[in-house]
């Protein structure tokens, strides 16, 4: 495996006698309106016929690239190293397992050894897994020095309107709007009649493919927008009063009077009280963070809850109104305003984010579904005008072929993985792991962006006494545990491996410390102590 290494102008009229109503001009027939109606559907339909036909030219293009990967059945079978067969099946015969289905495919590369498969070319939901094909395809077709633009800008006139527009920036954090106020205050702005934000870049849906499978206003559910920021988030976090009966003290990042909290929690004695519930309400711009449930005393670290806002756009374009306040812009109209900033504006500041490649990063090592469907979103091609869900998700299934995933062998809703809606066998998911590791165009930030075992993100605290390092991606739903990756031997020798657990009703603590294990037996046998 080869290293791993986006003026006023005052329009006068002269004065004129007003017209005689009979030579005012008439209203349009009915037959008129109808002609107007019948252009603009046939222009409609000539754009779709466009999109159309663009998209099979782009269709026929990368077919040509993809070979011949056969039927999705035309898979080898699996046998294995024996000796690594025992070691595994025992682990597999754990009461953790009873009722789950397993599906597992682990092989040495480059010699391509296969060292242990079970139900290899069966499909199964992966969970976040499905993050290795998004964040391969980001960087394949977005390029890993993509950058986004968030931009403010102004209207002319004394008291102009300012403007915010959003590009899809999934890296956005409230100092990068702050940073734009203030930059907006040094530019001369002291006075905005308004406050008007311009997400236009995304179309209106914000909820990604499958997430209305569950109403939750958990944070791990996000909605997405073309200026959300900090993930679309917000963090509350309570800590115990002064006495038992006393409101928790609460603090919510970012910091923003756009957030207020209804804190009906309460402060008791002990160790353990009533789990905490929180909800999220819109209200006009601001939002409404609903807190019940039971702080302990002893809890000296507090509790945190972390939430997803309703309209990440909006909820920006508040923040960003309020910082302008701070930063000495008088604003007369606190509410923002969805509009267009494309006509009768001028740039004001502009915040470039980091390279795309610290977003893949970010949502490899952490598993950050609002990153993985922000990228979903920004893959649609220009054709689109709007970026879309669709679109992005028609990129990222014709994407897959060129990293010999046979198209119409897999099942492919989102991208970050969320409820069970993706289907993937392990034999898919270990090619795609190797085509991706060798692609010389991204191979060696792919394999960057995966966390390290006992170091980095979801596997910080995983197979840290293990000798050998592990790059791998977690997930995890109510009935899902997958872990699927690499494990070093030597300079260029790897074992890639998928672990896929699917019906499992045991703790996702106890499926996690049997993967380890698993994941040890093909290292152990990597030092040689198996054959």
């Known amino acids: 495996m080869k290293a791993p290494s986006l003026i006023l102008y005052a329009i006068v009229a002269l004065a004129a006698p007003p017209r005689p109503a009979a030579q005012e001009a008439l209203p349009p027939l009915p037959i008129e309106e109808e002609e107007q109606r019948e252009e603009k559907q ?41 000796a690594v067969i025992r070691r595994v099946d025992e682990l597999l015969a754990s009461d953790h397992l009873k009722g789950a289905t397993v599906g597992i495919l682990a092989v040495a590369y480059p010699e391509g050894t296969v060292l242990y498969a079970r139900n290899a070319n069966q499909r199964f939901s992966p969970a976040s897994v499905t993050k290795i094909f998004t964040a391969a395809v980001a960087l394949k077709r977005l390029g890993r020095d993509r950058r986004f633009e968030t931009r403010a800008l102004v209207s002319e006139g004394e008291c102009p309107a300012v403007c915010l527009q959003g590009t899809g920036d999934p890296g956005l954090q409230p100092d990068d709007v702050r940073h734009l106020a203030t930059a907006v205050r040094r530019g001369g702005t002291r006075c905005a009649s308004r406050i008007v934000y311009d997400a236009s870049a995304f179309d209106d849906d914000p909820l990604a493919p499958g997430f209305e499978t569950k109403d939750t206003d958990a944070n791990w559910r996000p909605r997405v927008g073309a200026l959300a920021m900090a993930d679309a988030a917000v963090t509350v976090t309570l800590k115990p009063g002064t006495f038992a009966g006393a409101a928790p003290a609460v603090s919510v990042s970012p910091e923003s009077s756009c957030f207020i909290v209804a804190n009906r929690a309460l ?18 711009e601001k939002v409404v963070l609903h807190i019940t449930g039971e702080v302990p005393m002893k809890s000296t670290a507090g509790v945190v809850v972390k939430l997803a806002v309703k309209d990440p756009d909006l909820t920006t374009a508040c923040y960003f109104g309020e910082q302008l306040s701070k930063a000495g812009v008088r604003v007369t109209e606190a509410r923002p305003k969805a509009g267009s900033c494309r006509d009768g504006y001028r740039p004001a500041a502009t915040e470039t984010s980091d390279p795309l490649v610290a977003d893949v990063k970010r949502m490899q090592e952490w598993s950050r579904n609002f990153v993985a469907e922000q990228l979903l979103k920004l893959l649609s091609p220009e054709r689109c005008k709007q970026a879309s869900f669709r679109c992005g998700a028609k990129v990222l299934r014709r994407t897959l072929p060129l990293f010999h995933v046979p198209a119409g062998c897999f099942k492919l809703t989102n991208a970050s993985g969320l409820f069970n809606v993706n289907e993937f066998t392990p034999a898919q998911v270990v090619r795609f792991l190797v085509e991706g590791a060798n692609r010389g165009d991204i191979a060696a930030d792919y394999v960057d962006s995966f966390a390290v075992s006992g170091r980095t993100g ?32 030597s300079e260029g020798r790897t074992i890639v491996f998928a672990i896929l657990f699917n019906k499992a009703t045991a703790s996702a603590e106890r499926l996690r410390t049997l993967q380890d294990r698993i994941v040890g037996v093909f290292g152990t046998w990597a030092e040689g102590k198996l054959r």
Do not use: W
């Open 42 to 82: 046939e222009e409609k339909q000539e754009e779709k016929q466009e999109e159309k036909q663009e998209e099979k030219q782009e269709e026929k293009q990368e077919e040509a690239q993809v070979p011949d990967l056969g039927p999705c059945d035309a898979l080898i079978p699996f046998p294995g190293v024996p």
């Open 458 to 489: 979801t596997m910080k605290e995983r197979l840290r006494n293990m000798d050998r390092r592990v790059r791998a991606k977690t997930g995890t739903l109510d009935d899902v545990s997958s872990l699927a990756g690499y494990v070093h031997r």
């Open 267 to 284: 402060t008791v004695e002990g160790s353990a009280g009533k789990e905490i519930a929180a909800s999220v309400e819109a209200k006009e």
